[in-house]
């Protein structure tokens, strides 16, 4: 898998985790980005994903690594072991570079494309080198650019870490989502959402490392408060962007999740944090059709 293609699933959702159950007795420590559900016969672990971070973030919790060798199946937004580089360039080539002759400047208007053309210009960007390529693209982009300058690297995110384990131990790993419909879910956005897509990434990006430092620490200790604060109210000022790339999607992903607690094997679901925040997130859906996710706690060691 390319370092695009990843980055491409990372910009889908914020990256981490809040919790709106409740918290599991059983345990001693501090909060963790994760949940616990009770099949019939089996456990199923919700994780909110971190999707890029640096060496230095390493390791992560040990309570993640507990539930992973706990768990026969993993599932993840898309299936990380089966995807193919060569496909992903082509798919990103047929859905975000424009054709026939058209650019970004026309796609966002003079007046939005001089706001995007600022804002590169004070991160280092060239905006030539997004000519061709769509604003959700040019978002993508931008992101990869920033996130790599400054350390963040899929490689070393938790669903590369996964991966490569169960890779060695054999575990299969499915996914909810194939990358084309997680591409299309950008690619059939409005104009209008996706010109507020690139200016909010661009925007953004001028203090990236410091709010995901920030986001990272609240990811470790479950501060509710702040990733709701900050993460989810901040999505939910583009109602389009927010219904397509988060509640839609976790609409669908309750449904595959009610099936699963009628299964034998036990599952680790890992998943990018803004599905699993407020009231529209997976664990509240979850709980309005009887199902109950406790949030697990990292053990003091």
Not at 19 to 48: D, E, K, R, V
Not at 147 to 173: C, M, S, V, W
Not at 179 to 194: C, G, K, T, V, Y
Request: charged share 20%; glycine share 6%.
């Amino acid at each position: 898998m390319t370092t695009r293609s990843a980055l491409l699933k990372c910009f889908l959702t914020i990256c981490l985790l809040t919790a709106t159950g409740n918290a599991a007795p059983q345990h001693s420590g501090h909060p963790i980005s994760m949940w616990q559900i009770n099949g019939a016969s089996n456990q199923i672990f919700l994780l909110g994903s971190v999707h890029v971070l640096r060496a230095q973030d390493h390791p992560i919790p040990s309570a993640i690594e507990e539930a992973y060798e706990d768990a026969e199946i993993l599932i993840m937004e898309v299936d990380m072991d089966d995807l193919d580089p060569i496909a992903m360039a082509g798919l990103v080539n047929e859905l975000g570079v424009i054709k026939d002759g058209g650019s970004l400047q026309e796609f966002m208007g003079s007046q939005l494309y001089d706001e995007a053309a600022d804002y590169a210009s004070q991160l280092n960007i060239p905006i030539a080198m997004l000519t061709q390529t769509e604003p959700w693209l040019a978002a993508v982009t931008v992101e990869q650019m920033v996130l790599l300058r400054i350390g963040f690297n899929p490689q070393y995110g938790i669903e590369f870490h996964l991966t490569a384990k169960a890779g060695d131990d054999n575990k299969k790993i499915l996914g909810f989502e194939t990358a084309r419909e997680q591409l299309e879910f950008l690619d059939r956005l409005s104009l209008p959402a996706q010109r507020s897509l690139l200016i909010q990434t661009l925007r953004e990006s001028l203090n990236i490392e410091e709010q995901l430092n920030l986001v990272i620490d609240a990811w470790r200790h479950g501060d509710i408060g702040f990733l709701e604060a900050n993460l989810l109210a901040e999505m939910q000022k583009y109602p389009e962007l927010y219904q397509t790339l988060v509640v839609d999607r976790n609409e669908a992903w309750v449904e595959q999740i009610r099936n699963l607690t009628k299964e034998e094997d036990d599952y680790l679901i890992v998943v990018g944090a803004l599905h699993l925040v407020g009231e529209d997130g997976v664990p509240a859906l979850l709980s309005e059709i009887g199902i109950t996710a406790d949030q697990l706690q990292q053990p003091d060691r």
